[in-house]
């Protein structure tokens, strides 16, 4: 065969065998991507992906993968856009995923309320998708709903202290302090070092009249950060409360102010008790216990008693009269 025939059928089998190389190309380039996206090697991951989608522009796979992978960068607006491009092409679970993932982290907490519902629809086992809906549901006023969604998050993650915090930050604000201290109490069963959590829990144990417990809860906090200035003013609240009045040297006692984050309970009322013109500060103040007043006892009189006559006297006194009468009778 002429050397000229066998480089024209060389030819005609490459020609027919660059569609099929592009096509292995660009899957060759997604895998690669989901690798490095894989091993957290996200900017490398974003690369791949567009490569892929630049032998098959309607790579909707690549696409929603390049979505989460810019998620991980922080590229929030980029990755609604990959999002939103690959959902244009076909719905798939990465794809409501990430574009859910990217309004949440963009504030778009209204439109991520809708996405995220779209996406726990389809891919019920994730628990962070739950807790971002219900963040979210908090972010819009929706408290009790926040509570429902949270339930659905601690049901697939009950270990994570920072969602019980949620929880009870979340009753906090409706004023179910119970509830929240259940939640706080789980959160600290799950951690001891975290200030924030012993504070929270603290307030909800003040807002119940549990005033020593909180002072222990806001200590706690201080201890884990000494410069936590709520969990210091909380602290004071918490002891102005526990001793009813702050005494002054004005005879007129002074309620205690209370924080609880700037919010004062409600349902707490305080009787003044009656305060003496003494002078007490500082930390005296802290460690004085004021009794509230009580009714004044009626005064009740005092019997008086007497001795008995003794015999002798009384006998002695009736001789001498009889000497008496005798020594008259005679002398008339």
């Keep these: 065969m002429r050397t000229s025939a066998k480089v024209g059928i060389l030819l005609v089998i490459v020609t027919f065998l660059i569609p099929a190389v592009a096509a292995e190309d660009s899957l060759g380039w997604y895998t ?94 994730q628990a962070d998708a739950y807790c971002n809906l219900a963040y979210s549901y908090v972010q819009v006023n929706n408290s009790n709903m926040a509570l429902t969604t949270y339930a659905q998050c601690t049901n697939l993650n009950p270990s994570d202290p920072l969602i019980w915090n949620q929880i009870g930050l979340v009753d906090m604000s409706l004023g179910q302090y119970q509830a929240a201290l259940n939640a706080f109490n789980k959160a600290t069963s799950l951690t001891i070092t975290n200030a924030e959590i012993w504070n929270n829990k603290g307030e909800a144990l003040a807002a119940l009249g549990q005033y020593q417990d909180a002072i222990s809860c806001f200590n706690t906090a201080l201890s884990l950060n000494p410069i936590y200035t709520l969990a210091q003013e909380n602290r004071n609240a918490a002891l102005g409360k526990g001793q009813i009045v702050i005494i002054t040297g004005n005879p007129t006692p002074t309620i205690a102010p209370w924080y609880l984050g700037g919010v004062a309970p409600t349902g707490v009322t305080t009787t003044p008790a009656v305060a003496t013109p003494a002078t007490v500060t500082g930390s005296q103040a802290a460690q004085t216990t004021t009794l509230p007043q009580t009714a004044m006892e009626t005064p009740v009189a005092t019997r008086t008693t007497y001795s008995p006559l003794s015999p002798v006297p009384a006998l002695a006194g009736l001789a001498a009269a009889a000497v008496i009468l005798a020594w008259k009778g005679k002398n008339r």
Excluded: C, H, W
């Design 32 to 125: 690669k991507a989901q690798n490095a996206a894989a091993n957290g090697d996200y900017t490398d991951a974003v690369t791949y992906y567009n490569n892929a989608i630049a032998l098959n522009p309607a790579y909707d796979a690549a696409m929603a993968g390049e979505a989460d992978a810019l998620n991980a960068l922080g590229q929030y607006s980029a990755a609604l856009t990959a999002a939103n491009q690959a959902l244009a092409i076909r719905s798939s679970p990465t794809a409501l995923g990430a574009r859910a993932d990217a309004l949440f982290n963009l504030g778009q907490y209204n439109d991520a309320i809708g996405a995220y519902v779209n996406y726990t629809a389809i891919v019920t086992n």
